[in-house]
């Protein structure tokens, strides 16, 4: 079975760091393009940052640019998104996606693979 499992949600006050953590069972996330994805409440799920196959480029969302970083841990075949200078408006349930694709992450219109979620709090 195909699937994907993020990790490292959590409660931290506003300006802390949080690091989040995907892992796929069933298939090798090193060969898949992969993304981080986010939904607060009442708010339509928005793509976060994600990570090219290959040459590995990425991209992250205006938002979080400069304070969240995506890589891929490749000895234990994870993606993880490192978060700091966290704030309230950060708050959402965290997906990760992957997509077998050589497009770049964030042309791709959609991902065929969906974690759970992990929920971020950020007080204030």
């Known amino acids: 079975q195909l699937r994907l499992v993020e990790s490292g949600g959590g409660l931290v006050q506003s300006g802390g760091s949080l690091r989040l953590s995907c892992a796929a069972s069933g298939f090798n996330l090193d060969f898949y393009t992969v993304g981080w994805f986010r939904q607060a409440p009442g708010k339509e799920r928005e793509g976060v940052s994600c990570?090219?196959?290959?040459?590995?480029?990425?991209y992250s969302a205006d938002s979080v640019k400069g304070r969240f970083a995506i890589s891929r841990d490749n000895s234990k075949g994870t993606v993880s998104l490192q978060m700091n200078s966290l704030k309230p408006e950060d708050t959402a349930l965290y997906y990760c996606a992957a997509d077998f694709s050589t497009r770049s992450c964030h042309t791709l219109p959609g991902y065929e693979y969906w974690g759970q979620g992990t929920q971020v709090t950020v007080s204030s």
């Open positions: 990570i090219d196959t290959g040459n590995g480029s990425t």
